[in-house]
């Protein structure tokens, strides 16, 4: 397989309204780009592929050795009138750089087209990439590390020298801030790990898709180095458009860790890791709107969701606490705003058994919306796992906003010397209340030398969910004391909604067991 060089000027345009770009595919053992492509159109964009088709699977098109997109080139499958924009590829077997520009832009308020730029090897990544709102573009190296600068190698004579190792990327952040602030989504795969080394600033543009994939780990920052992720509006007389999604991991990629050194703050986007999670930082995640919009309170988006699809161990170094954040958007003192869901599917554990952590979790919303009358409009909470285990217990749990939190699962392990364990809060005239999900429930308060804890049930009540069976069971083992004020445990069933079921008529065993969960040295 020879080689390929475009130094001048390639043309497959479609000029004529209703016309689309048309297809340029380039491919050799070595393919150079100095000059020009250009498959936009006026109903949308082409396709323009270097080296091979989408991810290398096009199997009509044989992958190049190397791929390089030299500086001040440029790809264009652009919408120009009105339509999606186009696809683009750059994909190679050992090497791709791409320093040029690459555009896939839609028009006329539709969305922006998809870009890749990978190889099985080695990825440089020092250009531009422009796929306009709701485009999307793709790297897909073996390792990705995300720095200030040096990502972008070097080309000397056409030929690539890349700033790490075989089969790794560095890229600077400025090139994936660049995407997101004209609205465009970015995936970040990796065959390997990606660590995150900078800080990533979505600063305009509409709401945006972050997306880290790795076969192994992902990292935000480091010990003793943080690291933000954020979204947030640069321009105050602009409305809050900026919320930034941050995902990390999917539904079939869920090997490895994301360790969470830095702050994400999303700015009313949402967050999910598919992978496990430990949460190394006081204050790791919030999905708070940053302000007010200048159209007033209704032009105010909504706080973002938090949903962690497997474990979450909590590993602060220095301050044993961590607090995750979904509340509304304040005027003042004053909630304005539906606050967040927060959703655990798996178990909340302790790094060590020797330092609990406490979890503290913030969903508080208005309790008055224009237009949707008075309701507390906190952020639904609920833990489909162990919240703390028997091994790797919790020092306390703190829930703050939502008028139910709903645990499905079957035990609550905290580990704590003295003081409150379990703190319950809503807003003005809302009565907290923790909805038990399964069949049988344990809650173990426990703390450093025997007899030193005690369970206080002061600040919400206990429901029964609709679903759980005929006879449900619930039992309360405390180190030291068990002490209910003004609160109740009520046999009670109420739906996922928080709404009273008329038929719940079955009786709940309740066992209090004062002295029995005794703590250890």
């Not at 989408?54 to 050795?65: F, L, S």
């Not at 990544?125 to 600068?149: F, K």
């Not at 994936?176 to 995936?187: D, F």
């Not at 930034?244 to 994400?264: D, P, W």
Request: charged share 10%; hydrophobic share 35%.
């Amino acid at each position: 397989l020879g080689g390929a060089a475009i130094g001048g000027s390639v043309e497959a345009r479609g000029q004529t309204t209703g016309q689309t770009g048309g297809r340029v595919t380039a491919t050799g053992e070595r393919v150079d780009l100095t000059g020009a492509i250009d498959a936009s159109g006026a109903a949308g964009g082409g396709t323009v592929l270097i080296g091979g088709g989408w991810q290398g699977k096009d199997p009509a098109i044989r992958e190049a050795g190397t791929v390089v997109q030299a500086a001040g080139s440029a790809i264009k499958a652009d919408a120009t009138e009105k339509g999606r924009g186009g696809t683009v590829v750059l994909w190679s077997r050992d090497q791709t750089q791409a320093s040029g520009r690459i555009q896939a832009r839609g028009a006329g308020g539709e969305a922006g087209g998809q870009v890749e730029t990978s190889s099985r090897g080695t990825l440089g990544v020092s250009g531009e990439v422009q796929v306009g709102t709701g485009g999307q573009w793709l790297l897909d190296p073996d390792t990705v590390t995300i720095a200030t600068s040096g990502g972008t190698g070097t080309v000397v004579g056409g030929v690539v020298t890349p700033s790490t190792g075989p089969g790794a990327l560095v890229v600077d952040a400025a090139v994936i801030e660049a995407v997101l602030n004209t609205g465009g989504n970015v995936t970040v795969q990796a065959n390997n790990d990606i660590t995150i080394s900078s800080d990533i600033a979505k600063t305009a543009g509409a709401g945006s898709t972050l997306t880290f994939l790795a076969a192994g780990n992902i990292q935000l920052g480091a010990p003793g180095v943080t690291r933000n992720i954020s979204g947030s509006n640069a321009d105050l007389a602009q409305a809050v458009t900026s919320s930034l999604t941050v995902v990390f991991g999917s539904a079939t990629q869920t090997g490895g860790m994301v360790t969470l050194y830095g702050q994400i703050n999303t700015n009313g986007g949402n967050f999910v890791s598919c992978k496990p999670v430990t949460r190394a930082n006081a204050q790791p995640i919030s999905t708070t709107v940053g302000r007010i919009a200048p159209g007033g309170i209704a032009a105010t988006p909504d706080s973002g969701s938090v949903t962690f699809h497997q474990q979450v161990t909590l590993a602060n170094a220095g301050l044993n606490s961590v607090t995750i954040s979904t509340q509304s958007v304040a005027s003042g003192s004053t909630f304005v705003r539906r606050g967040g869901e927060i959703d655990f599917k798996s178990s909340i554990v302790s790094f060590s058994a020797n330092t609990p952590w406490a979890l503290t979790l913030n969903s508080t919303g208005a309790i008055s919306i224009a237009g949707s009358g008075d309701a507390n409009y906190s952020g639904k909470v609920t833990f489909g796992g162990q919240v703390g285990t028997a091994l790797l217990p919790l020092d306390s749990l703190t829930v703050l906003g939502p008028s139910f939190a709903f645990l499905n699962t079957d035990q609550i392990n905290l580990k704590k010397p003295s003081g409150d364990t379990m703190t319950f809060g809503a807003p003005q005239g809302y009565r907290p209340r923790l909805v038990l999900g399964a069949d049988s429930t344990t809650i173990n308060v426990t703390g450093f030398a025997s007899g030193s804890a005690d369970y206080e049930q002061k600040t919400f009540d206990i429901f029964l969910g609709n679903a759980i069976g005929a006879t449900p069971v619930l039992a309360i083992n405390s180190g030291r004391s068990v002490e209910i004020t003004n609160f109740a445990i009520s046999a009670t069933r109420v739906n996922a909604a928080g709404t009273a079921m008329s038929d719940a008529t079955a009786p709940l065993t309740v066992t209090l067991q004062p002295g029995t969960a005794g703590g250890s040295s």
